[in-house]
């Protein structure tokens, strides 16, 4: 059927099929659709022939008997859409329970929403705001949140679940299609819901997710600026912050070291080190003027980051401002800076 042939790739109604469940997803999909299109059709139709067939006709005229019972009939319309109804249970409930039920040695990865962006905590030991897997590796997902609801939601594979705070819900697919897809948060979560948002892409070969593993635990050799600016985008601050000097919900980066600070409530400071340690520590200990405190919070909060951490982020905020940068050049004992890849 033309319809059934256009979903191979989405067709008008789906994004790409990127796993074999999203096949299965779009036919059980356009089968109901098309009974359903079927017996629309077919009732309309006869309702509007039987209107016309039996209306009133001229005054006096007597009324056209109708048979009251079919026996026929009435078994073949029972038993028919009984059969359909069962068979639409059985694909459809056989289809939910594969998609609940992750296969044994799933690669498991812990996802965590926070108002709001999405961070992937990988079995190797490491923490990134994209979600990678090889083609044809069952990857399970265990879904939590540190705030408020959000759900994940990952159109290419038909995969949505709930990330609920104080629990874990579970979500699983096995994507058969290399490339790069887009993962949303699909329940209503504040100001910045339509932002939070993450990338989610699948490797050709075992060989190159293996290498992009590698890279994320391959840590040893960055400076703080290099750590800091990798930090920026795996732990999400990208969402709030730009480097570019644009407002999002939180202060741009860009120009921020050594800039006079107005607190809400009164106050003010220059924006040095021991400004930012707070700033990042404890975000609602002083509110920028015309902010919202609505940054986690890494001191008391459920994500915690480390000394070395917290110095990458530092010394990469000072990076983005010409006082900083100046003075990172002038460092003493820093090597002068060489090409080298
Ligand atoms: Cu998170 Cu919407």
Redesign the pocket.
């Known amino acids: 059927m033309a319809a059934l042939q256009g979903a191979q790739d989405g067709g008008t109604f789906f994004p790409p099929q990127a796993t074999e469940a999203a096949a299965e997803h779009d036919s059980v999909f356009f089968l109901i659709f098309w009974i359903s299109a079927f017996f629309f059709a077919l009732i309309n139709v006869a309702a509007v022939y039987f209107a016309i067939r039996y209306r009133r006709r001229a005054k006096g005229e007597p009324v056209e008997k109708s048979p009251s019972h079919n026996t026929k009939i009435e078994l073949v319309w029972t038993i028919i859409p009984t059969l359909i109804v069962c068979y639409l249970f059985w694909i459809g409930m056989t289809g939910y329970v594969d998609r609940r039920t992750a296969p044994a040695g799933a690669y498991t990865v812990y996802v965590t ?1 926070q ?2 962006s999405w961070s992937f905590a990988y079995p190797e030991g490491f923490v990134s705001n994209e979600l990678h897997a090889p083609v044809g590796r069952a990857v399970k997902l265990v879904i939590g949140s540190t705030d ?4 994940v939601y990952i159109p290419a594979f038909r995969v949505k679940m709930d ?1 609920v705070p104080g629990r874990y819900t579970e979500a699983w697919f096995e994507s058969n299609r290399p490339g790069t897809y887009n993962l949303f ?6 100001q910045q ?2 932002m ?1 948002g993450a990338s989610v892409v699948i490797h050709a070969d075992r060989a190159g997710f293996d290498e992009w593993v590698k890279e994320q635990t391959d840590l040893g050799d960055l400076t703080p600026v290099e750590l800091g600016a990798l930090l920026y985008t795996r732990k999400g601050c990208n969402t709030c912050h730009t480097l570019d000097g644009a407002r999002l919900v939180g202060p741009s980066f860009k120009d921020l070291y050594g800039s006079p600070r107005e607190f809400e409530g009164g106050g003010t400071a220059i924006a040095d080190e021991a400004y930012l340690r707070e700033a990042i520590m404890e975000p609602t200990a002083r509110v920028t003027k015309d902010y919202s405190p609505t940054m986690p919070d890494f001191k008391n909060g459920p994500i915690k980051i480390e000394a070395s951490e917290l110095v990458g982020f530092i010394e990469f905020i000072k990076s983005l401002s010409a006082d900083g940068a100046a003075e990172q050049a002038q460092a003493p004992g820093e090597a002068p800076e060489q090409e080298q890849e």
């Open positions: 929403g108002k709001w408020v609801l959000h759900s990330a948060c699909a329940e209503y979560c504040g819901h339509s939070m």
